[in-house]
């Protein structure tokens, strides 16, 4: 009850980021502030440590309890791999597109895959451990919005 007041605090974002389109008289004046909005925009400065392990050498435990969840949700046979289909709906989902036949061939390349080359879920965390560790933390907060995973890493939009 104490943390009553933290909730709901997550919906707030978007609608400030649209408000400022319009304002043409202001762009002097935001193109001094600009560096700044970015922050502005993300006010949990938790949001990118919470990605990380305490030593900063790996992704978070709580990254990879998400990132497993996710994979379980495409993984519909249940084989612990992603096969074409199942790769071909994640895809879909979070970038609204399929990956590329070079994307694909990247993806068998780099990360772990089972005999069959599908993806298996130590590599689809290898995907996002080498994206998030490379600095690309938008990108990752981006899928696991789309997700449904709010900025504490809960999943809070069951319907995705
Ligand atoms: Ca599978």
């Not at 061939?105 to 451990?129: P, R």
């Not at 890493?153 to 995705?160: H, T």
């Amino acid at each position: 009850m104490l943390y009553h007041q933290s909730i709901g605090n997550d919906n707030n974002k978007e609608k400030v980021a649209s408000k400022e389109v319009d304002s043409s008289d202001t762009k002097e004046n935001t193109t001094a502030s600009h560096e700044k909005t970015d922050s502005s925009q993300s006010p949990t400065e938790t949001s990118t440590d919470i990605l990380f392990a305490a030593d900063g050498s790996d992704i978070s435990e709580k990254l990879m309890l998400a990132l497993t969840e996710i994979f379980s949700r495409y993984d519909k046979d249940g084989d612990k791999a992603l096969n074409p289909v199942e790769l071909d709906n994640f895809a879909i989902f979070t970038n609204g597109t399929s990956f590329t036949d070079e994307e694909i061939n990247e993806i068998k390349l780099n990360l772990d895959t089972d005999d069959s080359g599908n993806l298996t879920l130590a590599g689809f965390i290898e995907l996002y451990a080498l994206q998030t560790m490379a600095g690309d933390c938008d990108e990752t907060w981006k899928d696991l919005k789309t997700h449904g995973y709010n900025e504490k890493l809960e999943l809070v939009d069951q319907s995705k």
